[in-house]
Nanobody, 121 residues
Framework: QVRLVESGGGLVQAGGSLRLSCVPS????????MGWYRQAPGKQREWVAV???????DYGDSMKGRVTISRDNDKNIVYLQMNSLEPEDTGVYYC???????????????WGQGTLVTVSS
């Protein structure tokens, strides 16, 4: 099964920006959605952004207006540009890819191991 590898996290001051990347270890067929989630310590995982196979994007309320999701269709890479970061944005950010069931494969729900984002005040 293909793996998702997130990168781009790190330590940033409040008001700063980061660009996260999610790179699959191999080719992914029949992608339905690609998205980003985050989880702060002691809290539930929260949806941040999604982009569909048709290129339609949507965002969760917590970071709407401060993040932009984009993708490289040829390489199946998904990005999350984050601006105006706040200490409350601190957490582990996870990449998620969902695929469609096809004649030759099951539907998949893939998760990366996450990349840590720490926003200092």
């Amino acid at each position: 099964q293909v793996r998702l590898v997130e990168s781009g996290g790190g330590l940033v001051q409040a008001g700063g920006s980061l660009r996260l990347s999610c790179v699959p270890s191999g080719r992914i067929s029949a992608i339905a959605t690609m998205g980003w989630y985050r989880q702060a310590p002691g809290k539930q995982r929260e949806w941040v952004a999604v982009i569909t196979r048709g290129g339609i994007s949507d965002y969760g309320d917590s970071m709407k207006g401060r993040v932009t999701i984009s993708r490289d269709n040829d390489k199946n890479i998904v990005y999350l540009q984050m601006n105006s970061l706040e200490p409350e944005d601190t957490g582990v950010y996870y990449c998620n890819v969902q695929t469609l069931m096809t004649v030759t494969s099951n539907a998949l729900d893939l998760w990366g191991q996450g990349t840590l984002v720490t926003v200092s005040s």
